[in-house]
């Protein structure tokens, strides 16, 4: 059967080229100027509320407050790549959901529902919804290849934990892993932290 990922937005590792890969220390935050006026980019967007528009936001609307304090991230983002996996087991799709099991064990979260799918003639997509955000894993056997993003908050989790345990259980030649914070302090520049396991 013929490889479909791209028509649904996946692609192999060979098609992806240099300019899809954003260096970190390019990526810029875009800032929201005010409720009519938003600056997203280069670009203004305005805000028009229509006559016909009967929606009350007040009861969704955020307040700030005490609870909030921008200075303290909610949570840690991970994005693990793998590379020199064998084969087999990125197409594995009963080993791939007991992977994604195990690394929310590891991460001390709550894994709250799994979903996955495989792809024809291979490559599989699973994700782990957990209570603390979510665990996803994407494979390219055909390049022995593993994108993971473990996202947890909550002082308890241990996202790297889990990104410790996929690099084994996967039998990764090769990796990348990066570590960033989410929701901390605005910073227009955010740094990721790139380290190795």
């Known amino acids: 059967m013929e490889d479909w990922r791209s028509e649904v937005g996946m692609g192999s590792v060979a098609e992806l080229k240099d300019d899809v890969c954003v260096d970190v220390q390019e990526v810029s935050v875009n800032t929201i100027k005010s409720t009519h006026g938003l600056q ?6 305005h805000y028009h509320p229509s006559q ?4 009350d936001h007040s009861s969704t609307e955020i307040t700030s407050g005490s609870i909030y304090s921008p200075e303290v991230p909610v949570g ?3 994005i693990l790549e793998l590379y020199e996996c064998p084969l087999e087991l990125l197409n594995d799709l009963e080993f791939i959901k007991k992977a994604l099991q ?3 064990l590891q991460a001390k979260s709550t894994l709250l529902k799994q979903i996955e799918f495989q792809f ?4 599989v997509t699973a994700l782990a919804l957990l209570a603390e955000s979510h665990i ?3 494979t390219w056997p055909e390049n022995g290849y593993l994108a993971a993003d473990v996202f947890t908050c909550g002082e308890h989790s241990k996202p790297v ?3 410790r345990y996929l690099i084994d259980a996967f039998q990764s030649g090769k990796h990348t892993f990066m570590k960033m914070p989410r929701g901390g302090e605005f910073s227009p520049n955010p740094q990721p932290k790139i380290e190795i396991l």
């Open 161 to 163: 934990e889990a990104c």
């Open 120 to 123: 024809q003639p291979q490559g």
């Open 40 to 45: 997203v980019g280069s670009k203004k967007h």
């Open 136 to 138: 996803s894993i994407h």
């Open 102 to 104: 195990e690394a929310a």
């Open 52 to 55: 016909e528009q009967t929606t």
């Open 76 to 78: 840690v983002h991970c």
